[in-house]
C-alpha cells in the first residue's frame, strides 16, 4: 500500500479523534450541557435536521479514514483535498460563530485546523511527487544506459 494512502488515512484517523474528543470535554462544561439539555445552544435550536447535518459532518473524516486507503490515486487525491478543505473551513467558521470560543476549543481546532491543512497539501503534491520520483528513476536509468 502506497505510504501516502497510510499517511492520509494516519491523519484522517488523528483528526477524527480530535473532533470526537474535542465534543466529549464540551459535554464536560456544565453550562454547555444545560443549554444542550434545553435544546438552544448559542441561539441555534438542536433539531432533528441539526443533528443529521452535524452527523453527516462528522461522517466524513471517519469515511476518509477507509476511503485513504481504497480509492485509485486520482480519486483519493481529489476526494481528500476536497474533503479536508471542506472540514478547514467548517472549523474556522465554528471559531468566529461562538464569541469568544472556549480555550480548549480552540486548542482542538488548531489542532484539527492544522491536520486537515496538511492533509490538503499532502494530498495536493502526491502527484507531483510520484512525477518527481518517476523523473529521477527515469534519469538514473539514462545515466545507466549511457555507461
Known amino acids: 500500500m502506497s505510504t501516502v494512502r497510510s499517511r492520509l ?3 484522517w484517523i488523528f483528526a477524527t479523534v480530535n473532533y470526537l474528543y474535542c465534543d466529549v470535554v464540551t ?3 456544565p453550562d454547555l450541557l444545560r443549554k444542550f439539555m434545553t ?3 448559542g441561539g441555534m435550536h438542536i ?3 441539526f443533528l443529521l447535518g452535524a452527523s453527516v459532518l462528522v461522517e466524513i473524516p471517519m469515511a476518509m479514514i477507509l476511503l ?3 480509492l485509485k490515486d486520482r480519486a483519493n487525491r481529489l476526494a481528500n483535498v476536497i474533503a479536508a478543505s471542506t472540514m478547514t473551513a ?3 467558521l465554528t471559531l468566529v460563530v461562538q464569541a469568544p470560543p472556549p480555550v480548549y476549543y480552540v486548542f482542538f481546532s488548531v489542532i484539527e ?3 486537515t491543512s496538511v492533509i490538503v497539501w499532502s ?3 502526491w502527484g507531483s511527487d510520484q512525477r518527481a520520483l518517476s523523473d529521477q528513476a527515469q534519469t538514473l536509468r539514462h545515466v545507466a544506459a549511457d555507461r
Request: positive net charge.
Open 113 to 115: 485546523i492544522a491536520t
Open 47 to 49: 433539531t432533528q435536521g
Open 27 to 29: 459535554l464536560m462544561n
Open 123 to 125: 494530498a495536493w503534491r
Open 39 to 41: 435544546g438552544e445552544v
Open 9 to 11: 488515512s494516519t491523519l
Open 90 to 92: 467548517v472549523q474556522l
Open 68 to 70: 485513504s486507503r481504497v
